[in-house]
């Protein structure tokens, strides 16, 4: 397909050339070299044959790049306009204490305040020499790290930027058809491109904010809820059953693990104390609720 269109390889191999000298530079920076593992259900008829995981490849790689240069880009020179923005912002984590103690627990020592380069240097060791685990350390670390929020910038503000980027200056934008905030973003692009008034005063741009931060939420909650259902429907045969896991949440509302041998989250109902983001255990699956989404182990020592 690529040799049907006459220069499109050379295009598309510049094109990975430079997304990965801007990945570089963000690396430089600070910005977290990360591994996730991300799962879609296979059907068979209709039961669920296997939880498949969705590798991630150059050209995600490519094109994940040149929309982080993208979003930065607008949202510099919305400032430079004097336009306000809405920015995405991902704080300092609040649980640097806990990455430290992980860190140690891999021979690395962090400094005591949140610090992205030397926590990218870290991650990157790793990265190195046990990639087999690196995702399970990923998802880890990206726990601790926190949620994203929207938040609205006027003209030579002062927001602490984006950590897990490091960047100071980011917002959404590439995605107008699907995602509210970057369609915001566009319009106030438009305003300033042409010349015309703020098309959001402060007020509204700060209430817009709070409604794109919660809206996520909740279809992060939705997009969660169907997962977990699509996994226990996957996990129902295996009732009784023991699997090595990993703490991946651990406050007042409970304690959540990660199986290592399927891409599975559920709750730990018994003998979650002491534990904390990080731990290895072992667990036995105790029950499964389909309609709800519910997983349920029990610590096995």
Not at 189 to 197: I, Q, T, V, W, Y
């Amino acid at each position: 397909a690529v040799a049907a269109v006459p220069g499109l390889d050379a295009n598309l191999l510049l094109q990975d050339r430079v997304a990965q000298q801007i990945k570089d530079y963000r690396e430089t920076r600070g910005a977290l070299t990360l591994q996730t593992i991300e799962s879609r259900p296979v059907f068979d008829n209709d039961q669920i044959s296997a939880l498949e995981i969705e590798e991630k490849n150059r050209a995600r790689d490519l094109i994940e790049n040149f929309m982080i240069a993208a979003n930065g880009v607008t949202a510099r020179f919305l400032a430079e306009h004097n336009f306000p923005s809405l920015r995405r912002v991902v704080r300092s984590p609040k649980r640097w204490g806990r990455i430290v103690e992980i860190a140690a627990e891999h021979g690395t020592t962090l400094p005591s305040e949140p610090d992205s380069r030397a926590l990218e240097n870290f991650l990157v060791n790793q990265k190195s020499v046990d990639p087999q685990h690196f995702p399970d350390l990923s998802l880890t670390i990206i726990k601790l790290l926190g949620a994203g929020e929207y938040s609205a910038e006027l003209p030579e503000g002062n927001l602490p930027g984006h950590f897990g980027l490091a960047v100071k200056d980011y917002g959404h934008s590439t995605a107008p058809n699907r995602r509210f905030p970057d369609l915001i973003t566009q319009r106030l692009l438009k305003a300033a491109l042409r010349s015309e008034p703020v098309p959001y005063d402060v007020e509204t741009l700060d209430k817009l904010a709070a409604h794109c931060t919660e809206q996520e939420d909740a279809a992060n909650k939705v997009e969660r809820q169907v997962g977990k259902s699509a996994a226990a429907l996957f996990l129902q045969s295996h009732i009784g059953e023991q699997f090595d896991a990993f703490i991946t949440g651990a406050a007042d509302k409970g304690t959540w693990v990660r199986l290592l041998a399927y891409p599975v989250e559920g709750k730990l109902v018994q003998g979650f104390q002491g534990v904390d983001v990080g731990h290895r255990i072992r667990v036995r699956l105790d029950s499964v609720d389909v309609d709800r989404g519910f997983i349920d182990f029990s610590r096995v020592y």
